[in-house]
């Protein structure tokens, strides 16, 4: 990972007087030119590269610079770590595991780790993870299996573009071939990925959140909810970011902004998860959606 070559780079300049660019190249095992383009990417960032020619030439950082005061402190290592950890936990990234190694090293802080991340989920497979993320790198076309939010059966043909971990499930973004256009899919979702030989031209562009930004709210309602009292955990544990009122009695009213609530599947599932320890407020509709599915549940058990 580009990322964390660059840090690791960083942290060697820093604790060496001057590295060359071979040296670098051989430890990462990439070319010169690629060292090159990272120490571009350095200087860029505002740190002061300096590159001294001759027999035992190669790069340094300016004398004087204090890094390590102005820049990063042994917080932001125990921090660094925390989550490279978890990623490499994940993807078994050797980069990752690496550059974890080099930063332990600079830690001499003594401090003990007070954040802890787990990206890790039940729902997804790393195997899964893994194979997507070396498409990613490889620039590889994938064919999967899909299934909607609809219940809906698809074969797609994907360029895919990059990984992202949201709502507490990871998504696949890329170029769909078959809509010929982009589209983001749930990893868990996603069934008989294969990789193909085939290798994508095309430099694809990030996919930017625009959706949801810039205060851009329509389609946006308020669902509120009554909660008893012995139900709050479970609550709180899915809707923690949600306004919320407590009342004299111990339950609480908690208002979660949903888009488009009543086509909201995601949403139906959670709210049927907690039972009779809820009761819908507004809206009214919503109120008839779970009815309906309620008694669809009783009608399933009608026969025993």
């Not at 499930?169 to 990789?195: A, D, H, K």
Request: glycine share 6%; with cysteine.
């Amino acid at each position: 990972m580009k990322l964390e070559r660059l840090i690791s780079i960083i942290f060697k300049l820093l604790n060496n007087e001057i590295l060359s660019a071979s040296s670098l190249a051989d430890e990462f095992q990439v070319s010169t030119r690629t060292i090159y383009r990272d120490i571009e990417a350095i200087c860029a960032a505002g740190i002061p590269v300096v590159s001294y020619h001759g027999t035992n030439g190669g790069f340094g950082i300016i004398e004087g610079y204090k890094f390590d005061k102005s820049l990063i402190g042994s917080y932001d290592i125990v921090n660094l770590i925390t989550v490279l950890s978890s990623l490499s936990s994940i993807f078994e990234d050797k980069e990752v595991e690496h550059t974890i190694e080099r930063l332990k090293l600079l830690d001499t802080s003594g401090n003990n780790k007070t954040l802890s991340v787990d990206l890790e989920s039940y729902r997804t497979e790393s195997n899964s993870l893994m194979e997507l993320r070396k498409a990613i790198h490889e620039k590889r076309v994938i064919r999967f299996d899909y299934v909607s939010y609809k219940n809906e059966f698809t074969s797609r043909e994907l360029e895919p573009i990059h990984l992202h971990y949201k709502f507490n499930n990871w998504y696949l973004y890329g170029y769909c071939r078959e809509r010929q256009n982009y589209r983001e899919f749930r990893v868990s979702r996603m069934m008989r990925i294969t990789l193909t030989e085939e290798r994508f031209l095309q430099n694809h562009e990030m996919k930017g959140d625009s959706s949801y930004s810039n205060g851009n709210l329509q389609g946006f309602e308020d669902v509120v909810i009554w909660v008893n009292p012995n139900s709050l955990a479970n609550v709180l544990d899915q809707f923690q970011n949600s306004s919320k009122v407590m009342n004299s009695d111990g339950s609480m009213i908690f208002t979660i902004s949903v888009y488009q609530p009543l086509n909201a599947g995601w949403l139906i599932s959670i709210l049927l998860s907690f039972g009779s320890g809820i009761k819908i407020i507004q809206p009214v509709e919503l109120q008839s959606i779970l009815i309906d599915e309620a008694r669809k549940i009783i009608k399933v058990y009608e026969d025993i």
